[in-house]
T-cell receptor, first 111, second 113 residues
């Protein structure tokens, strides 16, 4: 079992719809959770970080964390074609500097 | 402009050759990291450094070495390159454990023939 698991996709949604990206992790000691967006041929860029159970909203993005169920999700409202990218989930234990990445979910937003 | 720079942007290398990938950050971040990214495997940590003068091994350290002589620079060396080291290499940095957000450089695409 991978430490951080994501469906590779592609997840295809129409423009204006809500895209829902999911991530599960195996280590209950994980404390910090991140979503990165990576366009093809580019480096990962941070979208959201979340540390506590519940929802965290930033513009069109909402991160949701459920530590009991060991999953973290990213919702993108009013999806745009420019949101088409690979979304990487990353998890960190509090006592470590190390980030463990999932293999990413490719999102396609159809015009 | 603040951020992380990497050099070279891309490189084709003969197997057995020695290669150093350079990474420099100007954000005065304490921690720096090297990842490789391969299709289907995501980002995997090679080596990291919590602060200048210290380094540690990540998930896939074999065949790679690093040094951290100062805060800004974190070079990655392949002593004798092999084809399985063909990958895209990303350098990243973070201020520390808290805040712990990692910021990535533009990457180096390395091909070992």
């Amino acid at each position: 079992q991978k430490e951080v698991e994501q469906n590779s996709g592609p997840l295809s949604v129409p423009e204006g719809a809500i895209a829902s990206l999911n991530c599960t992790y195996s280590d209950r000691g994980s404390q910090s959770f991140f979503w990165y967006r990576q366009y093809s041929g580019k480096s990962p860029e941070l979208i959201m970080s979340i540390y506590s159970n519940g929802d965290k909203e930033d513009g069109r993005f909402t991160a949701q964390l459920n530590k009991a169920s060991q999953y973290v999700s990213l919702l993108i409202r009013d999806s745009q074609p420019s949101d088409s990218a690979t979304y990487l989930c990353a998890v960190k234990k509090d006592s470590s500097y190390k980030l463990i990445f999932g293999s990413g979910t490719r999102l396609l937003v159809r015009p | 402009i603040a951020g992380i720079t990497q050099a070279p942007t891309s490189q084709i290398l003969a197997a057995g050759r020695r290669m150093t990938l350079r990474c420099t950050q100007d954000m005065r971040h304490n921690a720096m990291y090297w990842y490789r990214q391969d299709l289907g495997l995501g980002l995997r940590l090679i080596h990291y450094s919590n602060t200048a003068g210290t380094t540690g091994k990540g998930e896939v350290p074999d065949g790679y070495s690093v040094s951290r002589a100062n805060t800004d620079d974190f070079p990655l060396t392949l002593a004798s390159a092999v084809p399985s080291q063909t990958s895209v290499y990303f350098c990243a940095s973070s201020a520390g454990v808290n805040p712990d957000t990692q910021y990535f450089g533009p990457g180096t695409r390395l091909t070992v023939l």
